[in-house]
């Protein structure tokens, strides 16, 4: 029986570190301070009651997590959806519930968006139930028994290992080995798609699920094979959307928002010491010189009352002179200094998250603002892009679940919003659009359309809805006569 099936294999072990932190740094602030000294590290000779009173005193803004979400819900100002009349209408159908959860081609890609942005990569499986005697089945009872392709989501940390190779010019995946999420006392299970060979040398995509069982004659971990099956589809149907550098051909990646979450981290400490000091300069701690401390059994300094209605008396030096006692508290240029640095880390955190105006961002010039802007909407039309050909991909590959070959002209094609990219965040563009309609140089439909483009009119506006209101607000000259200056019936027989 295989014992090392969660091994991850060595490119995708370097990635786990980074996964860990930024799945916790999404999580939120509960996470973080779980993180213990993973994120909050101890001071030298520091005791555990005095860093675990740090640690809940400590402040995590989250800042990471609020840029993530403005960067991936860009390309769903408008729903993804399916380009052209000539595709298939099972397709057509299929996108109004892609995962058999109820969940849209939009809604599934806005979460595969998230987390390619997130962890650098997110993967696409397009899975087929497994079923006996499949050409037995009818078309209407494989419908009734909701027997057709479906898609899922795997996230990165989960895959432990994936191998490719290039046939022709193409990268195919021929190993595919993930972790199946588990909840409570759920036993670990793995699941392993890999291309094997029969006597002849014939090639068949085989898949096994493998379970973990405890051995108490093995401390390693231990598996068994409970289910095995062929992919008939010929090929393992997994799609990645990766939005950070690749190394190579290595499924190792550079993280687009590594910079960012790492910063965050560092903004937490920061927040977390300035929240300590804080504490420290509300409760100073109070000293003295000329008095011996009382002694309890033990040996130990006894503690001294103070607080209103209590007099404390310093004993006289050996020089004659009183006792002095005084606060022992940080100083107000300490606070300062860490609340201005606070402040320089958070403008630098939303600078690397590719948003550049905050409300600090009148410091900036319009130039700086402007080169600012335009690199984080040219990254985030990148990974539009990507998204669009990843989900082709995943279409394509859902129809070959349904049928062996898809002519050209039936291939999907993705309609995935980019229209964010030439919109100027001061508003700029849209000051410029006016002056050019007002010189007559833009048509009055083409000024529309780049209204509704940038959500100033709403996605129900249509140009000719518009023309004929248009139209009917234009004063006529009929005559309006109320009913007491309405023609009489002899009036209107002397007209006759």
């Not at 990569?121 to 005697?133: A, K, N, Q, R, S």
């Not at 006597?199 to 069982?213: A, D, N, Q, R, S």
């Not at 394509?396 to 049928?403: F, G, I, N």
Request: glycine share 6%; charged share 30%.
């Amino acid at each position: 029986m295989p014992k090392d099936l969660l091994k991850r294999s060595p490119d995708i072990e370097t990635m786990v570190p980074y996964w860990d932190m930024v799945t916790d740094i999404i999580e939120g602030e509960e996470a973080i301070k779980a993180g213990g000294e993973k994120y909050l590290p101890m001071f030298p000779d520091e005791n555990d009651r005095d860093y675990d009173f740090r640690l809940e005193v400590g402040k995590f803004t989250n800042i990471y997590r609020d840029t993530l979400e403005g960067l991936a819900t860009k390309p769903f100002q408008d729903e993804v959806s399916i380009v052209g009349q000539s595709v298939d209408p099972k397709i057509k159908e299929f996108v109004e519930d892609v995962d058999g959860c109820g969940n849209n081609l939009s809604t599934f890609a806005a979460l595969t968006f998230f987390n390619g942005i997130n962890y650098a990569i997110d993967w696409i499986f397009i899975d087929y139930p497994t079923i006996l005697d499949a050409d037995k089945i009818s078309i209407a009872e494989a419908k009734e028994q909701h027997i057709r392709a479906y898609w899922r989501h795997i996230l990165g940390k989960n895959v432990l290992e994936v191998r490719s190779h290039m046939e022709g010019s193409k990268e195919v995946v021929h190993y595919f080995r993930y972790q199946e999420p588990s909840y409570g006392d759920e036993p670990v299970k793995v699941r392993v798609y890999a291309e094997e060979f029969d006597e002849t040398g014939k090639k068949h995509i085989m898949w096994h699920l493998y379970m973990k069982v405890d051995n108490p004659t093995d401390p390693e971990d231990e598996f068994i094979e409970i289910a095995r099956g062929e992919m008939s589809i010929g090929f393992i149907p997994v799609v990645p959307f990766i939005t950070g550098r690749r190394d190579g051909n290595r499924f190792k990646f550079y993280p687009v928002m590594k910079d960012a979450a790492t910063l965050q981290i560092k903004l937490y400490q920061n927040e977390s010491a300035l929240e300590y000091i804080k504490v420290l300069a509300c409760y100073p701690m109070l000293a003295t010189d000329g008095l011996k401390p009382k002694l309890d059994a033990k040996g130990t300094p006894e503690k001294i009352a103070v607080g209103p209605g209590r007099v404390l008396y310093g004993a006289p030096n050996t020089n004659g002179t009183g006792g002095t006692w005084k606060y022992v508290e940080p100083s107000a240029n300490s606070l300062e200094f860490l609340k201005k640095d606070i402040d320089k880390t958070k403008t630098d955190l939303r600078e690397l998250g590719r948003q550049p105006l905050t409300a600090m961002s009148s410091q900036l010039t319009t130039v700086t603002t402007s080169i600012a802007a335009g690199k984080a909407k040219s990254a985030v039309t990148t990974w539009a892009l990507a998204l669009k050909d990843a989900l082709e991909n995943a279409l394509y590959m859902t129809m070959l679940w349904e049928q062996k070959e898809v002519p050209d002209k039936k291939q999907p094609e993705v309609y995935v919003y980019t229209g964010f990219d030439n919109v100027l965040e001061d508003g700029s563009d849209l000051e410029e659009l006016g002056k050019a309609r007002e010189r007559g140089d833009l048509s009055q439909e083409t000024y529309w359309e780049e209204l509704k483009r940038r959500k100033i009119l709403s996605a129900e506006f249509t140009a000719e809805r518009e023309k004929k209101r248009l139209l009917e607000d234009i004063p006529t000259d009929e005559v309006d006569l109320s009913e007491d200056e309405a023609p009489t019936t002899e009036e209107k027989d002397i007209e006759k």
